[in-house]
């Protein structure tokens, strides 16, 4: 379920609508109407992203009178650096074995 739920961020992330509304939400909460504006997309169709990148966890909504508040979700954004972190680390440790292998050819 884990794997999904992974695999589920890093494909809502794939998409140039849906990173420019993480990248858009990283720097504050946004009600639908402000994200949607300069998007190349209508509000409805934020407002469908969103969802997405909600059922994946990246982002959260909160009521605020009649509209809804959208924020990055910590957890979310937390499980992916927490990905890449382990990515990194394991191309690290594969190019020091390669850079002190010992050299085996004859010189």
Known sequence: ??????????????????LAIVSRLAEG????????????????????HLKILKDAGLVEDVAEGTRRIYRLNP?????LRDQLDTFWRRALTGYAEVVEAPDTEDH
């Open 1 to 18: 379920m884990k794997a999904n739920r992974d695999a589920d961020r890093w494909g809502a992330l794939g998409d140039s609508t849906r």
């Open 29 to 48: 909460p946004l009600p639908v109407g402000q994200l949607a504006t300069g998007l190349p997309v209508s509000r409805s169709a934020v407002s469908q």
């Open 75 to 79: 957890a979310g954004l937390t499980a």
